[in-house]
């Protein structure tokens, strides 16, 4: 389905000119900036509002689709276009690059211009990750979205932020290079790039395996999955709000949307092969790390394995799709499991980005991380108070809000391959709850603990909106789900027709 008009194109390159703009703007004019860089993303997420309005929800074919000729002695296009799976994650990059600019507003005073430029361009290469049907375009967006980060985290990060900075560009870039070479042999199978032609390559099994393997190192490391998880919990302690927010938010969901997007379809066998250890990994994840989660002293650090554990829904429900097959559970079942992958992963970045910035207001006024330097917060900052209880409630999973659906629809999922998986994924509900709601009463709850705590400041209009704006988003997700889950089901079902009918 080809686009009237190039209006995928324009989502994708408004934010990266609008971030060269601001470079031209420059750091002397910082209110400017701001202004600019403000306007470029709202016009933005302006521009992806039609990509769900004209969204034909009926069928599986890839729409808004552009396609031109690059590079032709190689065959690489300049070939975009979404469908149900990749136009959800489009928004919430849209949206939540709006609420990163106004968060930032006040607290960035040091090279302004080149900080919002780097957000708005980081975006453009995100929605460019998403929209890409052949893979070297894939690639180069998937790649070029860490130079950014990797920038935002150096300059704006704390004092170990170099160290975090290399760890993270090492990790995502080694993954990234195996996954190339994946790329370049099924090219000399197919003569394309296209990624939708790569789904129809007829692969041995060997070939499948040893593909799936290298996908899965450049993904897991971006999910992260254990035990490569290492370098998220430096970054986000080391990285700006704002660099935390998008980095939680958004680049985590790079990991699973490349599952969905390669190693299901491209390597079904394989996958069904090897389904036992992604589901061991992401158990791993969820009960292992919720434990590690318990023990952190940093707040940063405590929601940044909490990101961890509550991706391990999105990795699990994804691959326990061949267990529910196998164990003849039905095309319901399977459908449920994909689908409450990708429903987690939407909520996941609200509930993570709010979580992030409520750290990040205090940090504002007290400069400080440690959960033993706070106590007795909603005495002093009570609308603040509210929000951060909100949001704690939404990351453990409380009925209502989004951080239940997609959980509860894999661990329903989840039932029909075995009790134990089950039993095993519902343990969130219980450890999420246990290091979320520590983390709460001993930051907010009590007795003012110090006159640090007794001078703060409640939020003011700005931190409110961008608060309000997420608190919004969660509770209408976990009410009704209906519009995100109805977009995707055509795309999600072709998938398992696809995934579970062997190549071989």
């Not at 600019?36 to 990509?51: E, G, N, Q, R, Y």
């Not at 409380?398 to 329903?412: D, N, R």
């Not at 209009?461 to 997420?470: P, Q, T, V, Y």
Request: aromatic share 14%; charged share 10%; proline share 3%.
């Amino acid at each position: 389905m080809y686009a009237d008009w190039s209006l995928l194109s324009l989502v994708i390159w408004t934010p990266i000119l609008g971030g060269v703009l601001v470079l031209f703007v420059g750091d002397k004019k910082p209110v400017a900036a701001r202004g600019v860089a403000l306007l470029i993303s709202i016009l933005t997420f302006l521009l992806t509002l039609p990509l769900y309005s004209q969204f034909n929800a009926d069928t599986h074919l890839m729409q808004f689709v552009e396609r031109h000729s690059w590079i032709p002695v190689f065959n690489i296009e300049y070939f975009i276009g979404i469908d149900g799976i990749s136009m959800p994650l489009i928004l919430l990059t849209s949206f939540t690059t709006v609420v990163v600019v106004i968060s930032a507003w006040e607290i960035i005073q040091y090279r302004v211009a080149q900080y919002m430029a780097a957000f708005l361009i980081m975006e453009g290469f995100m929605i460019g990750t998403f929209s890409s049907l052949n893979a070297i375009l894939f690639y180069i967006f998937f790649e070029a979205m860490l130079i950014p980060m990797f920038l935002v985290i150096g300059i704006w990060g704390g004092e170990n932020r170099i160290y975090a900075t290399l760890k993270f560009f090492l990790y995502t870039f080694i993954g990234s290079v195996l996954m190339l070479v994946s790329l370049i042999y099924m090219y000399h199978k197919s003569g394309s790039f296209s990624i939708l032609d790569f789904h129809l390559l007829p692969l041995s099994l060997t070939e499948q395996l040893l593909i799936f393997l290298a996908f899965l190192v450049a993904f897991a490391v971006k999910v992260p999955m254990w035990p490569v998880h290492t370098w998220l919990p430096d970054a986000h302690v080391e990285a700006p709000t704002g660099g935390s927010v998008i980095l939680a938010a958004i680049m985590l969901k790079m990991g699973g949307y490349g599952f969905i997007r390669f190693s299901l379809p491209i390597t079904p066998d394989a996958s069904a092969e090897l389904d036992w250890l992604i589901i061991t990994m992401s158990l791993t994840a969820v009960v292992y790390i919720g434990f590690v989660a318990l023990v952190q002293r940093d707040m940063k650090k405590l929601i940044a394995y909490s990101s961890i554990a509550h991706m391990g829904f999105v990795t699990l429900g994804f691959f326990i799709v061949f267990r529910i097959v196998a164990g003849d559970g039905g095309s319901q079942g399977s459908v449920l499991a994909l689908e409450g992958g990708m429903v987690q992963m939407v909520s996941h970045g609200f509930i993570s980005g709010a979580m992030f910035l409520c750290v990040g207001v205090l940090y504002d006024r007290m400069h400080s991380r440690q959960i033993a330097d706070y106590g007795g917060v909603v005495n002093t900052m009570p609308v603040f108070a509210a929000f951060m209880v909100f949001f704690a409630m939404a990351n453990a999973g409380l009925p209502g809000t989004s951080g239940f659906v997609g959980e509860f629809m894999v661990i329903l999922a989840s039932f029909k391959v075995s009790f134990w998986i089950a039993f095993l994924a519902a343990t969130t509900l219980i450890l999420g709850a246990a290091y979320t709601l520590w983390m709460i009463k001993r930051v907010i709850f009590g007795e003012v603990a110090n006159d640090e705590v007794k001078q703060l400041t409640d939020i003011n209009k700005r931190e409110f909106s961008f608060l309000a704006i997420l608190a919004v988003a969660v509770l209408v997700l976990g009410l009704w789900p209906d519009p995100l889950v109805k977009v995707m089901h055509s795309t999600i079902e072709n998938l398992l027709n696809h995934i579970t009918i062997s190549k071989l």
